[in-house]
């Protein structure tokens, strides 16, 4: 049995060994340097705003799709045609050459191509041309998302597009279907939910070149709904169904300047799409995207002449309206 007496020696000698041990640990402690850079607020860090709001549909990176309109009736001052069909391959690519917190430029590259199929021939030769080749516009653009702090903003872009009607269904190259457009837009983001910008920008949207006010507007109202717009381009309400899917409802405006190749002959054409957009992850990178809606003619119109703004019509078309279907994959960035 251990006695009162033995007890009573052993607690004095463990509370005498921990009084030691911890003046040993305080004068250890003491003897360290004092370091203040390791006591930094780090709230002084300054912190640079994102492109993008959250559940943002994903910037496609490369991708290759095909759309087509279907049936639908032209008329014009000689007369009028059957279309059966309009429609053609569409692919895009684009790379961040620069990527950091405080910079990040994008060069892309893009193609759309288009075939008008006839059920019957034109009483007027420029159509006939259109129907039996093809409509090519390969587009390079640079965009530049230069973040001042973490609300404010500068988006630039610069396009240089090569649109051409060719013959005998070959590609055409032709110095007069070159047309550079761009915009340099301001911007806000008050937090990680909404985003807007403004600028005025030259663009070929509706197949000529125009001068509009631009109104770049993402908006996220919480885990399900919100907003892209870059109006009056194009404008959507989303819906997330999840991270991996979601839904778009809105309307996109197209359109370009085609120079037929050997001809002093230029084709306006510009198309307003209200649609439908489903978004959807593959596996991995790899999203699907599928379009369905209703191409509404804004111009299809033929000039002999382009000087600037100004424009001689020799052909005016009333081309059409239909519904249009676009199936892609693309591969995407996070």
């Known amino acids: 049995m251990i006695s009162f007496h033995s007890m009573k020696r052993t607690l004095l000698f463990l509370l005498t060994l921990g009084l030691g041990l911890s003046s040993l640990a305080q004068d250890t402690l003491s003897s360290e340097p004092f370091d203040p850079s390791q006591y930094e607020d780090a709230s002084d860090e300054k912190k640079y705003c994102?492109?993008?709001?959250?559940?943002?549909?994903?910037t496609k990176q490369f991708g290759l799709a095909y759309e087509l309109s279907t049936g639908f009736t032209n008329t014009h001052a000689g007369g009028g045609e059957?279309?059966?069909?309009?429609?053609?391959?569409?692919a895009t690519a684009n790379v961040l050459a620069v990527s950091t917190n405080k910079f990040l430029l994008s060069l892309g590259l893009n193609y759309w191509g288009s075939r008008v199929r006839s059920a019957s021939l034109s009483t007027q030769p420029a159509l006939n041309r259109v129907f039996s080749s093809r409509m090519d516009a390969l587009g390079f653009s640079a965009l530049v998302f230069k973040p001042f702090n973490d609300r404010h903003f500068l988006i630039g872009q610069v396009n240089v597009d090569h649109a051409a009607i060719g013959l005998n269904n070959e590609f055409a190259l032709a110095k007069s279907g070159i047309t550079a457009y761009g915009a340099v837009m301001f911007g806000w983001k008050k937090n990680d939910y909404r985003m807007l910008a403004l600028c005025i920008s030259r663009s070929y949207r509706l197949g000529r070149p125009l001068f509009l006010p631009i109104l770049l507007y993402n908006k996220t109202f919480n885990d399900h709904w919100g907003i892209e717009a870059l109006l009056p381009a194009r404008g959507h309400v989303r819906?997330?169904?999840s991270t991996n899917s979601m839904l778009l409802?809105?309307?996109e405006a197209e359109g370009q300047?085609?120079?037929?190749e050997g001809a002093p002959l230029w084709l306006q054409r510009g198309e307003i799409k209200p649609r439908l957009v489903w978004e959807k992850k593959l596996a991995g990178f790899f999203w699907l995207s599928a379009q369905?809606?209703?191409?509404i003619n804004g111009r299809f119109n033929m000039l002999n002449r382009y000087d600037g703004l100004e424009v001689h019509e020799v052909l005016r078309n009333d081309w059409g309206s239909s519904p249009y279907f676009n199936l892609g994959i693309y591969f995407v960035t996070p």
């Open 257 to 260: 300047q085609y120079a037929f």
């Open 50 to 58: 994102t492109q993008k709001v959250l559940n943002q549909v994903p």
């Open 82 to 90: 059957t279309i059966a069909s309009l429609g053609g391959l569409r």
């Open 239 to 241: 819906y997330n169904f």
């Open 292 to 295: 369905a809606g209703y191409r």
């Open 249 to 251: 409802a809105g309307y």
